[in-house]
């Protein structure tokens, strides 16, 4: 079922963000093929222009995720305890993380699923839920993308994948670590979980 994660992850980063005319649901629907195009084009098939492909995901990420707004929910009350250099530090390695980790193996793993488009749904002034279906393997999935409006431009910051939420599952993990670490603790072991993930991209990729 990651596969289906993964496709979802997709939608949301080859998302740009847009101005407060553009419907979320529109903009998902039009720039999905931007990240697969990128996903597809032959000119990234070879093992030495993995990295450069994966940099233009990435930089769609950055584009269209709400990185802060992620950290903070994920992160909930212990947000509190990290200094405003320790946040802004967090944010940076976290997001970094995320690209390294999802990105990776979006790449090693895309085998041309499909999204289908379902509903938009307002949750608040700013804030607007995307239902849509990835569809794997013959079986719908079903994906709800949360997204926020901020100086007239929407950008996701929370994906649901078969109910279970991103900024949930990560904000468990996170409370078990700081019951036994201190912010620049956690900091230190995303920076290492980075050049674990660094290292296991670049030893898969001389393997194959």
Not at 115 to 130: F, G, P
Request: hydrophobic share 40%.
């Amino acid at each position: 079922m990651r596969k289906s994660f993964f496709i979802c992850l997709l939608v949301v980063l080859s998302t740009p963000s847009v101005s407060n005319s553009e419907q979320p649901i529109d903009v998902l629907q039009k720039s999905i093929n931007m990240g697969i195009a990128i996903l597809e084009d032959p000119q990234y098939h070879g093992i030495s222009e993995k990295d450069r492909q994966q940099e233009l995901l990435c930089e769609a990420a950055w584009e269209s995720f709400d990185f802060k707004e992620f950290s903070k929910r994920v992160l909930g009350s212990n947000w509190r305890t990290f200094t405003s250099s320790q946040r802004r530090q967090f944010i940076d390695v976290f997001s970094q993380f995320l690209c390294k980790y999802y990105i990776t193996r979006l790449q090693e793993r895309y085998t041309g699923e499909k999204v289908i488009y379902l509903s938009q749904h307002t949750l608040a002034d700013s804030r607007v839920l995307v239902k849509v279906n990835v569809l794997w393997k013959g079986v719908e999935v079903p994906v709800e993308v949360r997204m926020l409006k901020r100086n007239d431009t929407w950008k996701v910051y929370d994906i649901i994948v078969l109910g279970v939420s991103g900024v949930r599952n990560y904000r468990a993990q996170f409370q078990t670590i700081l019951l036994k670490q201190s912010p620049a603790q956690v900091i230190g072991l995303i920076e290492n979980r980075i050049k674990q993930e660094q290292k296991r991209a670049h030893n898969n990729r001389k393997a194959n």
